[in-house]
């Protein structure tokens, strides 16, 4: 997968369980709506998208770098291929 390709896979999957990862958000505190998540998954760019996946969201740690993400991506068909090539890339 290229890396607009993995972006776009990515967008796709937030959008499709954004019901979810709302109800989630709300249960921590976040007062977002469904449109307003659904409106802020959009307006990402390719590589903030990406981003958000390689990114702890409680501690800002990247799990690995932005280029590695890329590499993982390279041998990957799909999104699901790429997340079992990210496998080794977790939160410690």
């Given at each position: 997968m290229k890396e607009k390709a993995?972006?776009?896979a990515l967008k796709r999957r937030q959008l499709q369980r954004s019901e979810e990862l709302v109800e989630v958000l709300k249960r921590d505190g976040d007062n977002v709506t469904l449109s307003d998540f659904r409106r802020r998954v959009e307006?990402?760019?390719d590589e903030d998208m990406i981003l958000s996946y390689i990114t702890c969201s409680s501690c800002g740690e990247m799990f690995c770098s932005y280029e590695d993400a890329l590499l993982a991506a390279?041998?990957?068909g799909t999104v699901d291929e790429w997340f079992d090539n990210m496998e080794n890339h977790h939160h410690r």
């Open positions: 993995l972006a776009e307006s990402l760019n390279e041998t990957a």
